[in-house]
């Protein structure tokens, strides 16, 4: 059975989307076969970064409602033939996402991939406690400023909370995904350092993910920035997590800073 994972945040405007199709992409480099879902009805952007924006027939909605087949709305990348995309619908609202349909797609995805990976929409509204709600784990997306850093707090809790693992009484294996950190700045005091946000979160440290241009530069011509250019510093970033998501161990480094942080993550892990 497929592992789920939700790519999750309070603010908007962090890299979820760009973390999805990142890690979608390094895991499916691995020839795990791995599929990505848009939470975001009504907006549905991981198709622009994905590149499949006109290859969209049927989305999320079509098969909760019935109106398609999931093989149907199931999306082929066309560089990686294990990375697949289910979008979401740009013409209709969260109403139309149900709990049961939600339910019902993700068991599905988990008879044929190992990999599931939810794209959740920003906020604490239904689409995105039904993207977490049946996650496995989830990768807690923050910028390195103070509000995006609470707000992920306040996502923290939900998880505690809100998803199945925890009527079952189970804790969700939660991680964090440091992104657009610049080393100089943090120094300079313009924003906060890892180990502040360590300090605040107190969740597992999955990756920092540099602030760099080649980031937006992959998204705008609609690659995976781990597929538009392996050797760049955000792609390694996003390859090196993807590894530890998979379980192996890899130390975390700050960019442009020596100092290995793996002795730090597991003195934090969660008991």
Request: include cysteine.
């Amino acid at each position: 059975m497929g592992k789920v994972i939700v790519v999750t945040s309070g603010k908007g405007g962090v890299g979820k989307t760009t973390s999805t199709a990142a890690l979608g992409a390094a895991l499916a480099l691995r020839n795990e076969k791995t599929v990505v879902i848009d939470f975001d009805v009504g907006l549905r952007n991981l198709d622009l970064v994905m590149g499949a924006e006109r290859r969209v027939v049927f989305d999320l909605v079509n098969v909760i409602q019935g109106d398609a087949k999931l093989p149907q709305a199931l999306i082929r990348d066309k560089r990686l033939d294990t990375l697949f995309l289910l979008p979401a619908s740009q013409t209709r609202d969260k109403d139309n996402l149900t709990a049961e349909g939600v339910e019902k797609v993700i068991e599905d995805l988990k008879k044929s991939f190992d990999w599931i990976i939810c794209d959740s929409p920003a906020g604490i509204e239904r689409g995105a406690t039904l993207a977490m709600r049946h996650a496995d784990v989830a990768v807690v997306v923050t910028n390195p400023e103070v509000s995006s850093v609470r707000d992920s707090d306040r996502i923290i809790g939900l998880l505690d909370s809100k998803t199945v693992k925890a009527e079952q009484g189970e804790r969700i294996e939660k991680h964090l995904l440091l992104t657009r950190y610049d080393a100089g700045r943090a120094e300079r005091g313009d924003m906060l350092k890892v180990d502040d946000i360590l300090e605040i979160l107190s969740i597992p440290l999955l990756g920092i993910i540099p602030e760099s241009q080649d980031v937006l530069r992959a998204s705008n011509i609609g690659y995976p920035v781990t597929l538009a250019d392996k050797d760049s510093a955000p792609a390694l970033a996003y390859l090196d997590a993807a590894r530890r998501l998979a379980g192996e161990n890899v130390p975390v480094t700050i960019p442009s800073e020596k100092r290995s942080l793996i002795g730090k993550i597991f003195r934090r892990r969660a008991a």
